[in-house]
């Protein structure tokens, strides 16, 4: 019984507790970017199964006693021995899918769901429970990308398995990223709720925290490339590890000791102050308004007067009017 539950709950932490898609957003890329119909979600979850099940198994038998800091190269080259055969008998029979999956396919030779967990589980169990991880996770993968892309061919495309379902209504908006994205939050809000039921004291909010895996990337580059290029240990210690420990070790011993440096007061010379200055304001001279001369004449006058002569012409008599006009024509 007990090997049963150990088993139990292995594939519950693996598929359920930290699901790799939902819960740790590993490989999501993917998943957003191809997964657009069934059938490429059901090829996706295929190559990823094999990938994770072949780079664990090859981990577990192969590389407990290599360094850190070569474990990671040594999984891009098991899944490229995985991807690349994969793309060639792609590109020849079924090239439709290889544009559908463009680019997407060469990359998950980088697939950081396969270096989490080998460094999570491989190099640190036997082969019987690396297997188990490998394929509760690989299933638990591939499941949500199988609903995802049925969703997603069902609502964008009105279909199944390129079979029409005849809908009135559908939305190529989450053909796009945003909406694979928009699906795979709400798989994720409706399994936690699930979650939090059944298994309250199991909490998937700390799937996302990967500090059991040590990072390799630590220590100073200087000395690293100074230690022997030995990719196995044999029980020793890396490069990496012995300068952590090192450090400890020197902080620990070092205590700082501060010296006061006394210093010499200098007398401080009192400055006098001086008297401000005030400034004195020069008053202009107000000028005075000038009076108003009697004989000093405004263009009102002269329009007046204007206005006189012109009455006093109308007033004239008509005889000397027609002797002027005479006297202006000789």
Known sequence: MSKKNSVFKRIL??????????????GLCPVVA???SLRLAVFLALVTATELIVCELLASLL?????????????????????????LMTNKFFPDMSINFGVYLPLMTVNSLVALHCERVAVKNDVKNSMIDAVSASMSYGAVAIITGLFREIFANGSIGG???????????????????LIIGFLAAAFKSVINRKYPDASPDRAFDTSEVTRSVRGKWRELMNDELDPYSFGTEDAFTRIRKEKRAERKLEKPQEVKEEK???PKKEKVKKPKKTKKTKEAPKREPRARQSDERTYLDDFSDMLSELEEYKNRPEETNAEEKDGDGQ
Not at 14 to 26: G, H, Q, R, T, W
Not at 63 to 87: A, E, Q
């Open 63 to 87: 590389l407990k006693n290599v360094r850190r800091y070569w474990r990671v190269l040594l999984y891009v080259i098991f899944s490229i021995g995985v991807i690349f055969p994969v793309m």
């Open 264 to 266: 010499t007061e200098k």
């Open 34 to 36: 191809v997964t657009l």
């Open 13 to 26: 932490n693996s598929a359920v507790i930290k699901n790799p898609l939902l819960f740790e957003a590993v």
């Open 163 to 181: 079979i029409s379902l005849g809908l009135n209504v559908t939305f190529p908006a989450l053909l796009t990223p945003f909406g694979g994205l």
